[in-house]
């Protein structure tokens, strides 16, 4: 394959570029995505007339969704601008989507919000830092999901009532750490960046450069509450004991059993779709995983409401019970529907979008759950959807930015930049993102500037929806 220099050739998808390219064809390929979008120009939010109406955009969403959830989803995303934020991937999407960008493609999460960043379980029962939100991943630009971390760590510190020189401060920490990781990688062979891991010893390392014990502690506290949501507490929280054993306990409606959905007991039909469920999803994971698997049975299922863009797609969480009812597997099945960057960007997206959701995770992430997989499935209303399968809690320690300092909230941005530059090496090519980028400071200081604007316009959009929902235009019930 001839270089860039020769003739500008462009990546049609992630891993699908530059790789009989020299390292100098690669930094110039990289360099002349400057032409395109100037890094001076990354710092530009000027929404024009035509942009779309908001409310207009989460309706649209909303009318694939359970419609007794939405008003669910509207009262927890109007609890707060950062909480709107959470929920408003569709938004954030179209507005990148109408801007120029570079074109140098890497697997994007789509929703890198801060916190869709946090601590996970490895495989080999380590504890990483890591991306765990999937729903909204596609091949794209990668500054698409730097705007979008750099832009909710603005969001963040406004709700914290930081100064605008704190703001500011975080979101370049956040979008330096990584820029400069990116570099990093770019330097490195190609099997060591995918083996690379966000684990203790590299916070431990990132904790040292920061002149605050208080930080060091509250780390060390989140490790350790981390290892404690495990599986066994999940049973323990999520299940009590009856006549026929242990089951999913009902908190409506943010947990209703199967048989309440339905009114009584389900039929033998609907019981056969939903083994059907478990067994298409075994079909989609390695050999010694469905194995494991088989030691299983599946004893009762429930619908759960899960996070704030979420809420009203369909999520289930499946009760497997392995020996006896002190040997446990609690799964979540959610619902995947197409991402919402889908629209703004080229090419044949994926048919199965539970399928789309593992690739995208399994590209981006080190800390694999080993239940990972996928699966299309008949619903309770009859219709096929496609679902993605994993653990319901494996480890996993949930960030508080709300608690958090300004010393403590820039340490915990540079920790979600560097993870990001991670999970975008392992698919984009590093070199010609990271001679984009530069050794300067220029890219940093731009989108901690599109941040501070974006976050301006995030304001107004959440008070455009509680504008919608005190005229009734949609219904927003608080929990």
């Known amino acids: 394959m001839d270089g860039p220099a020769r003739h500008g050739q462009r990546p049609s998808a992630p891993g699908a570029h530059t790789v009989a390219w020299s390292p100098d064809e690669r930094a110039a390929y990289g360099r002349q995505a400057r032409q395109r979008v100037r890094r001076?120009?990354?710092?530009?939010?000027?929404?024009?007339?035509?942009?779309?109406?908001?409310?207009?955009?989460?309706?649209?969403?909303?009318?694939?969704?359970?419609?007794?959830?939405?008003?669910?989803?509207?009262?927890?995303?109007?609890?707060?601008?950062?909480?709107?934020?959470?929920?408003?991937?569709?938004?954030?999407?179209?507005?990148?989507?109408?801007?120029?960008?570079?074109?140098?493609?890497?697997?994007?999460?789509?929703?890198?919000?801060?916190?869709?960043?946090?601590?996970?379980?490895?495989?080999?029962?380590?504890?990483?830092?890591?991306?765990?939100?999937?729903?909204?991943?596609?091949?794209?630009?990668?500054e698409w999901d730097v705007k979008r971390l750099a832009a909710g760590l603005v969001i963040a510190c406004r709700a914290n009532g930081f100064s605008a020189d704190e703001q500011a401060g975080t979101a370049r920490a956040g979008v330096?750490?990584?820029?400069?990781?990116?570099?990093?990688?770019?330097?490195?062979?190609?099997?060591?960046?995918?083996?690379?891991?966000?684990?203790?010893?590299?916070?431990?390392?990132?904790?040292?450069?920061?002149?605050?014990?208080?930080?060091?502690?509250r780390v060390a506290r989140a490790a350790k509450r981390a290892r404690t949501r495990t599986h066994l507490r999940a049973y323990a929280k999520l299940t009590h004991?009856?006549?026929?054993?242990?089951?999913?306990?009902?908190?409506?409606?943010?947990i209703t059993p199967v048989d309440q959905l339905l009114?009584?007991?389900?039929?033998?039909?609907?019981?056969?779709?939903?083994?059907?469920l478990i067994e298409a999803y075994a079909r989609t994971l390695p050999p010694e995983r469905r194995q494991l698997l088989r030691h299983y049975h599946l004893v009762d299922i429930a619908r759960k409401v899960v996070g704030v863009g979420s809420v009203g797609t369909r999520c289930w969480i499946?009760?497997?019970?392995?020996?006896?009812?002190?040997?446990?597997?609690?799964?979540?099945?959610?619902?995947?529907?197409?991402?919402?960057?889908?629209?703004?960007?080229?090419?044949?997206?994926?048919?199965?979008?539970?399928?789309?959701?593992?690739?995208?995770?399994?590209?981006m992430q080190t800390a694999g759950d080993i239940f990972l997989g996928w699966t299309r499935a008949v619903g309770l209303d009859g219709r096929r959807r496609d679902f993605y399968v994993r653990q319901l809690w494996d480890w996993k320690g949930v960030a508080r930015p709300e608690t958090m300092d300004p010393p403590l909230l820039t340490l915990?941005?540079?920790l979600c930049g560097e993870s990001l530059a991670r999970a975008h090496a392992r698919s984009g090519d590093p070199v010609a993102i990271a001679a984009y980028l530069g050794a300067g400071d220029g890219f940093d200081r731009a989108l901690a500037e599109f941040a501070a604007g974006y976050s301006d316009q995030n304001e107004h959009d959440f008070h455009t929806l509680d504008t919608a929902r005190r005229a009734g235009r949609v219904t927003a019930v608080p929990l």
């Not at 009584?264 to 059907?276: I, M, N, S, V, Y």
Request: glycine share 8%.
């Open 318 to 363: 499946l009760l497997l019970l392995g020996r006896d009812d002190d040997d446990p597997l609690i799964l979540q099945a959610k619902e995947a529907q197409p991402s919402v960057l889908a629209a703004h960007l080229p090419g044949d997206h994926d048919s199965n979008q539970g399928r789309r959701v593992v690739t995208g995770q399994r590209l």
């Open 40 to 142: 001076s120009e990354q710092a530009r939010f000027e929404p024009d007339a035509g942009r779309p109406d908001p409310v207009e955009l989460l309706e649209r969403q909303s009318a694939k969704r359970l419609p007794e959830l939405v008003p669910l989803r509207y009262g927890r995303m109007l609890e707060s601008p950062f909480r709107f934020y959470r929920g408003a991937a569709a938004v954030m999407a179209a507005d990148l989507g109408a801007a120029p960008h570079t074109g140098l493609t890497v697997q994007l999460c789509g929703d890198a919000h801060p916190l869709n960043f946090r601590l996970l379980a490895s495989p080999e029962r380590q504890l990483v830092f890591d991306i765990n939100d999937f729903d909204e991943t596609l091949p794209g630009p990668f």
């Open 241 to 254: 004991p009856g006549p026929e054993g242990r089951r999913i306990t009902p908190d409506p409606p943010l």
């Open 412 to 414: 915990f941005g540079r």
């Open 176 to 217: 330096r750490a990584y820029r400069e990781r990116m570099r990093e990688f770019a330097g490195m062979r190609t099997l060591d960046v995918w083996y690379a891991q966000d684990n203790a010893d590299r916070v431990r390392q990132l904790l040292a450069t920061v002149a605050d014990p208080e930080a060091a502690r």
């Open 263 to 276: 009114d009584g007991p389900a039929d033998g039909g609907q019981r056969a779709e939903l083994h059907h």
